[in-house]
């Protein structure tokens, strides 16, 4: 089944506690992002990838890392959690197409709720 | 800066209606539209996109539709049931960008 795998699904911790959330694919897709989730402020991206090696900073990228060793995996890394980092992360993935490309719809997982103290 | 809206932000209907949402956006430049399903608990699920050439998709009982110049679209449910009981958001993406820009998105509830 194609799909795209988060985990934890959830998580409380407490600040400075260094975490990662990991992400993967199925699909064979080139492109991957990372949204979170607020409420009255909807989903912004993180960070996104183009493919293998290839990252770059989203809308809020702050207090958040990112790496792409592999074509299926995405993880995000949040080095020093602060508790403005709780909320609902996606991780996202599409294939990309030629030129400005991407006319591929974003398949979602099924998000983590982080909860940091 | 991209901005996406979405009215109404809450709707209850009876099952069987037939019930449109709205989503409307400040630039026009947009490379698609893409609209989701979110179940509470759930991630989301890609109900349709519309590439900016297009004018409409349709799959199932759903009918979405672009009207680029004036900032609009719209996503009809045809038969309301009350399964299709989530939160719809439409997310638009400029050109040259892979991000996604999402309205706040319409809570729907069918009542049997």
């Known amino acids: 089944e194609a799909q795209v795998t988060q985990n934890p699904r959830y998580l409380i911790t407490v600040t400075g506690k260094k975490l990662t959330v990991t992400c993967s694919q199925n699909?064979?897709?080139?492109?991957m992002s990372w949204y979170r989730q607020d409420p009255g402020l909807g989903l912004r991206q993180i960070y996104y990838?183009?493919?293998?090696?290839?990252?770059d900073k989203g809308d809020v990228p702050e207090g958040y890392k990112v790496s792409r060793k592999e074509k299926r995996n995405f993880p995000l890394i949040l080095e020093s959690p602060s508790p403005n980092q709780t909320s609902l992360y996606f991780c996202?993935?599409?294939?990309?197409?030629?030129?400005?490309?991407?006319?591929?719809?974003?398949?979602f997982g099924d998000g983590t709720r982080l909860s940091i103290l | 800066k991209q901005e996406v809206t979405q009215i109404p932000a809450a709707l209850s209907v009876p099952e069987g209606e037939n019930l449109v949402l709205n989503c409307s956006f400040t630039?026009?430049?947009?490379?698609?539209l893409q609209w989701f399903r979110q179940d509470p608990g759930k991630g989301l699920t890609s109900l349709l996109l519309?590439?900016?050439?297009?004018r409409e998709q349709t799959s199932g009982r759903l009918n979405a539709s672009l009207d680029k110049s004036s900032g609009r679209s719209t996503l009809y449910i045809a038969a309301s049931q009350p399964g299709d009981s989530a939160t719809y958001l439409c997310?638009?993406?400029?050109?040259?960008?892979?991000?996604?820009?999402f309205g706040s998105g319409t809570r729907l509830q069918v009542q049997p």
């Open positions: 996202a993935s599409s294939f990309s197409s030629a030129g400005q490309g991407g006319g591929q719809p974003q398949h």
């Open positions: 699909m064979n897709h080139e492109y």
């Open positions: 990838s183009m493919n293998v090696e290839v990252t």
């Open positions: 630039d026009s430049a947009i490379y698609n």
């Open positions: 519309i590439q900016s050439s297009q």
């Open positions: 997310a638009v993406r400029q050109g040259g960008r892979r991000a996604l820009t």
